[in-house]
């Protein structure tokens, strides 16, 4: 092996890396060996006619300098000047999988160092890179992205688009030229173009194919792109999105990327899913407690601002009783909040609500043995509010602009030390006053010119709140944080590192959810997914669904109710009771195990489970979305099972009308007798499915006997 190539080795993956003449990565892919300088050799292009007359790498950092004629990974100028510049490399510094590259322009008095690790437990591949400004002028970034090369054979691209209670919808797009780019200017993570893409070989599926896969981890604005340049070669680059002037370096400042998270997997989405699910669970979230995510009941949907304390205590006496164990206030509980016209920004409890103060909620639900959690929306301001009246000169603006507000709420300006005090003084003595062991975290509004002393500072912001969450949990490290904004709207990395559960969605419909949720499991494991159980008639899309469609769908998640219990029949009530029970029977392998999602003809079939680490037992979801397509559902194959072993086929929830409804006039026989299948047999012929109606879903068991 030559001294300027390194080589990384993962569990299912490895990169190859050369120094010099320029940082460039040779190899990311499938396991691989044989590398000696002959291999390295044996992969050096041709120069073509018609062209410049070098060979032009595609570094670390594409530099027009050097001949790139695509999207550089850096952009910026020094008064007009230093704005082409070319990263010589300085030096490596390796720990086993852990690099440290530094590389030089003397000339443009920059240094551009990149970390990168490729993490040997889960092929997870971690890169950032930090741009230093090395001369007196300063120096401004116009564009700061993290590059990573594809195989030309990678010309599938999957990626999402969504809106407010439709998060997470996956598209495709082929990729033979030009390429592909999402931006999101929103200010936050946003609902419509989560950071997040995976390209592969045409036609990869959700068990099959090469695939790459790649999250920004940012919670501001972020641009992604795949670039096919005009010689075939491939990049995807990603990173934060900022307005003109946001980054000025003066002499020895720096700017870094945001963590690119980024892996292999030779076994489609699935194996893309594993690595990510496995790399957030050992690195990424951080549970106070190593303890069983507890089922939720929030009020927002039951009561909305319409806080009764005693009533309130009612609905938590009915809570425990379904089996509830966190019982979350939603908005509405500080002074002055009746609607969403008002109030935010005056995090005092409101007394006239609550005459006799909180404690007393509090007690009653901590003496119905469950958790105590409450609703914050810290960043926003209403201008009807006490704060406002007092600082209408706290918002995040520009001077002069009469900006528009969005659910009647204009954004604080967290960069400003007065308002950061502010926030934290009062989320602190929310959480010094009370036993609150959760606090849902909310983000209601999109941010437009987001300045601070006139300059864009959205970079800003975004680590504020990053600051404001940590200094935050240092004070109260036993609380757990939901990340919500309008529901899905900032879920990524980053934030999940301060947070421990995200609201997925401000829908609850069934229907809408498994399409949600399945986007969702792509980067994110279960536990993390908050998933409700919504009142039998959905008030974002006024469809009516059976409480085991309902109970079934929200099973797959951190699972809650969000309905009033007081008001629910005794009926749904059994229901939310026999979920729950369900749901805590099958939790510990659902938030431990790995998530697949099966390949199947009918688009009207949703079949996803998950498989005990040990493959001792696993759990599958039939959902019948629609229609069904043909007359028979055909069979479903579970891969990920040991074929040596036996399983025994258990239902454990099935549609009401599953055997009685007329929709068959036979079963498929495992449905009528005790069937133990192997492993192999179940992956490579599976079993017949039952035809089912449209909006309803079965739950099988498979245990290794
Ligand atoms: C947002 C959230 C909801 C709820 C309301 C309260 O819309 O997504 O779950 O908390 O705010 O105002």
Known sequence: MKENVVHLQGKTSDLIIQTSPAVEILYWGDKISGVDAAAIQAVRRAVPNGRLDVDTPVT????????????PGMEGHRQGLDWSPVFNFKSIRQD????????????A????VCELNLDPKTDVLQVRHTLTNLKPENYQVDRFAVTLPLPERADELMAFHGRWVREFQPHRVKVKHGGYQQENRRGRTSHEYFPGLMQGAAGFSEQQGEVWGFHLAWSGNHRLRSDVKTDGRRFVQAEALYFSGEIVLAEGESISTPWVYATYSALGLNGMSH??????????????????RPVHLNTWEGIYFDHDPEYIMQMASRAAELGVERFIIDDGWFKGRNNDLAALGDWYLDTKKYPNGLEPVVSHVRGLGMEFGIWVEPEMINPDSDLFRAHPDWLLAVDGYQQPTGRYQ???????????????????NLLGSYDIAYVK???????????????????????????????LRQRHPKVEFESCASGGGRIDYEILKRTHRFWTSDNNDALERQHIQRGMSYFFPPEVMGAHIGGRHCHCTRRTHSIGFRGLTALFGHMGVELDPVKESAEE??????????????????????????????AALQINGVIAQDQSSAVFLFSQLAMPTYTLSGTARFDGLDPAKQYRLTVLDQPANLRTGGIMKKLPLWLEEETTLSGAWLAKAGIALPVMDPESAMLIKLEAV
């Open 109 to 112: 008095g920059l240094r551009l």
């Open 441 to 471: 975290w909310d983000m209601n509004r999109e941010v437009v010119q987001p300045g601070h002393d006139g300059y864009a500072a959205l970079d800003g912001q975004t680590k504020a709140l990053y600051d404001l969450f940590d200094e």
């Open 60 to 71: 670390i950092s594409p530099e027009q300098g050097r001949g790139v004629f695509s999207s």
């Open 96 to 107: 086993n999988n852990n690099l440290l590259l530094t590389t030089e322009d003397p000339i």
């Open 275 to 292: 690595a990510f699910h496995q790399f957030v669970r050992d690195q990424i979230v951080h549970f106070p407690e190593d303890k069983p």
């Open 410 to 428: 204009y954004v604080l300006d967290l960069q400003k030390p007065e308002v950061f005090d502010y926030l934290l003084e009062r989320m602190d």
């Open 573 to 602: 009530r059994a229901g939310f009771t026999h979920y729950i029970a369900l749901h805590k029977q099958i939790r510990p392998l659902l938030h431990s195990g790995k998530v697949v999602r099966i390949d199947h003809h009918d």
